[in-house]
């Protein structure tokens, strides 16, 4: 900050110094916010990153541990069908059934409706099952639960140890029909000497196991999804999987090459996403247990942001300890500063008070002098300012406004046509142009001296003034003529506008002195058109129409041709 320094020689002279002073409370202030700043916020990101790998290590070990828990679930779920399916294969019905299809002809090779009917009512009792259906050993339908018996899911040959554990698994998929994810498992049928007579399948419904995927009545911080081989998904424990895209075919192929190991990928809600994968045994899919980062460092964010707001507190307490300490010091160099910088910018200063008898009081007082001095030589010029600018006011009315009528004179009427004929061009605003002339003002001049003449023109300008509209232009053209612009007036409402003008002109008469005399108008219209040249052009026709208003005995509106 540099000072300038002032004194009085005793003759009227200023003497002064200058040096250079360094702000003792912006010192102060900078001490103590870095004082505060630097430790506080060291710690605290050491701290929060030490936090941060915290959350990393708990978010990888709670996916490994979703995801292989799923995994069970899901693999003691398809047990647990597996063996339902066991116990329904080996009821006699099923049995008895197939060997009575051997002896039905190929055409009506559907089972008989008992049967059928047995498996309706087993299919009402299992709730994951969707549908049953049962096939002879060559793989044809014999009956199901349902109206048409699927397609067969049987391979060619069972294993030689059919009885134990025979079982086909197709892959999951989703059915777009039921509106579910599905899986069909077959088991064999077999009969009592344990060969195999023909199978049973089932098509189960996959969100069944949406339950064991929730992990408690507590809600689960981890998406759990399965997902069929293509990366489809198929189940999820937040419930419908409509906002769920599938996942990229390059990260699904490494999470399921490296099974249990986490990953940063685009998750199933298009989100970053650190993500596990587990293969549960028995089902061609993909168990990935995800979260996202947005979650898991929801809580850091938190307290991030409180941390940042208690540094700022922390700064701020210091802060105003330091600008207190500080403030007691420099106060009088501040009021001297701002003081100055108001002379500079124009503004009166107000005169400072310090008693001190120190540096910075001599200062202050030297500066109230050369201030006061400014104050009156400001005073000064302002007043001849304000002279100059009345004077020029006055000169611009003079020039712009008709001595006699008060109205615009033809200088700004002029002006103002020129306008309103350049934003006919741009915005194609028309307007209508009045040229008006008194007819017998002449003869009133001879009869009443030119005195009387001056009266009837003010009182014809008046009564213009007082018909049109505010935003319309009213000028004094010459001698007795006058003319109005009227923006935004069709050529019919201005011949409306012109003959009110003329009959309110026309009756009963006009009072000039004592004597009511007649005067009359003549008025000529024109509207401004594409073809004008420019503003003279339609002045042009609006004369020409009040001349040929004059010539056919005045007193009357004409419009131009």
Do not use: C
């Not at 064991?212 to 081989?229: F, I, K, N, S």
């Not at 309110?504 to 073809?531: F, M, Y």
């Amino acid at each position: 900050v540099t000072v300038e320094s002032f004194g009085d020689d005793g003759a009227g002279r200023f003497t002064g110094t200058r040096q250079t002073l360094k702000s003792i409370k912006s010192n102060l202030l900078a001490f103590a916010v870095l004082a505060t700043l630097i430790p506080s916020v060291g710690l605290g990101l050491l701290s929060f990153l030490r936090y941060q790998d915290v959350i990393n290590d708990n978010a990888r070990q709670e996916l490994r541990a979703a995801a292989r828990d799923a995994s069970g679930e899901l693999t003691q779920w398809l047990r647990e069908r597996v063996h339902e399916l066991r116990a329904l294969a080996a009821a006699n019905t099923l049995s008895e059934g197939l060997g009575a299809g051997d002896r039905l002809s190929a055409s009506t090779r559907i089972g008989p409706p008992d049967l059928a009917l047995y498996l309706r009512s087993v299919d009402d009792k299992l709730d994951p099952v969707l549908e049953l259906m049962l096939f002879d050993a060559s793989g044809a339908a014999i009956a199901g639960s349902g109206a048409t018996p699927g397609p067969a899911v049987q391979p060619s040959t069972w294993p030689a140890a059919a009885a134990i554990d025979g079982i086909v698994v197709a892959p999951p998929r989703f059915d777009p029909v039921r509106a579910t994810a599905t899986v069909t498992v077959a088991v064999p049928v077999l009969s009592p000497r344990n060969e195999t007579i023909g199978a049973l399948a089932a098509v189960l419904d996959l969100s069944a196991v949406q339950s064991r995927l929730q992990g408690g009545a507590l809600p689960t911080p981890v998406e759990l999804a399965l997902l069929a081989t293509d990366g489809t998904p198929l189940v999820s424990n937040r419930g419908p999987i409509a906002d769920l895209k599938p996942l990229d075919p390059t990260a699904l192929t490494l999470l399921r090459a490296q099974p249990g190991e986490p990953m940063t990928l685009v998750g199933l809600r298009q989100r970053d996403a650190l993500a596990v994968a587990d293969a549960p045994r028995g089902l061609s899919l993909v168990v990935v247990a995800e979260r996202d980062h947005a979650e898991m460092f929801a809580a850091w964010l938190q307290l991030l942001q409180l941390f940042v707001l208690l540094v700022a507190g922390l700064m701020l307490l210091v802060g105003v300890v330091a600008y207190w300490m500080g403030r007691s010091i420099v106060t009088p160099l501040n009021a001297l500063t701002a003081a100055a910088g108001d002379v500079a910018r124009g503004k009166r200063s107000t005169p400072l008070r310090d008693e001190s008898a120190d540096e910075i009081g001599r200062l202050t007082r030297v500066f109230n002098l050369m201030v006061e001095r400014l104050r009156r030589s400001h005073a000064d010029v302002e007043a001849a300012n304000q002279a100059l600018r009345d004077q020029n006011e006055l000169l611009e009315t003079l020039a712009t406004t008709d001595s006699l009528t008060g109205l615009s004179n033809r200088k700004r009427f002029d002006q103002r046509l020129a306008v309103q004929f350049a934003r006919f061009r741009e915005d194609r605003v028309t307007f209508a142009l009045l040229m008006i002339d008194i007819d017998n003002l002449k003869a009133i001049n001879a009869d009443y001296g030119r005195v009387a003449g001056d009266e009837v023109v003010r009182k014809v300008a008046a009564i213009l003034h007082q018909t049109v509209r505010p935003v319309d232009q009213v000028a004094r053209f010459g001698g007795e003529s006058f003319v109005a612009l009227l923006p935004d007036v069709p050529v019919d409402a201005a011949m409306d506008i012109a003959e009110r003008i003329r009959s309110v002109v026309d009756a009963p008469g006009l009072l000039v002195g004592k004597q009511t005399t007649a005067v009359t108008v003549s008025i000529g219209v024109a509207q401004s058109r594409d073809g004008d040249d420019g503003p003279e052009t339609i002045v042009f026709r609006a004369d020409h129409a009040l001349h040929g208003a004059q010539r056919a005995g005045g007193n009357r509106v004409q419009s131009a041709m």
